[in-house]
């Protein structure tokens, strides 16, 4: 079996997920699309709560990299704010709105996937929610960012608008639209009041 066939079965259960979420993605779709035996795949992931765990950790490093990037553009605080939703929204452009953030999906499925994948992904969520602090904080310092409340509260309300709206938006015509129009609302609240940190 080839080396990258790991990677392969990454990259296809990390399509399924975002396109129709982990409860309907089974060994038997990963197994036609990478094209091999239902019975392989076992040997890269004994269970489908492995392979999960290993797609998430995959996703968590690889959308972090992209959050880097963010960071380290320069700008003030809002213009990497306003780069750090475009994250969320490249999502849905780039696949004419039939995917969705992975941990999104995920979340949305934690009741039937267990503790442990909930321990997983709040350990994305988390991160995302003190990026979004950062930025917030760094936008304030420069003044291109208001908050009207707690920094802290504030950045999980932006990071579950970000998650929701992309659910929400999938339903409209035109979902990369729809959510372009809840990141940019988000981007015009955070300049509305004074910073209570």
Known sequence: MPDDTRDKLLDAAQDLVQRVGANAMSYQHLAQVV??????????????ADLLEAMVGRYHKRFMEHVSEVRSGGGTGGERLAAYLDLFASTLRESDGSKLCACGMLGAEVATLGTEMAAVLNRFYEANHR????????????????????????????????????????????????FGQVAQELLTLLTLAPLHV
């Open 131 to 178: 990026v979004i602090e950062t930025l917030l904080r760094e936008g304030a310092a420069d003044g291109s960012v208001s908050v009207p409340g707690d920094v802290a509260v504030t950045a999980r309300v932006v990071f579950g608008a970000l998650e929701g709206g992309m659910l929400v938006a999938r339903t409209a015509d035109d979902p990369a639209g729809r």
């Open 35 to 48: 094209g091999i035996r239902k019975a392989s795949i076992h040997y890269h992931f004994p269970t489908k």
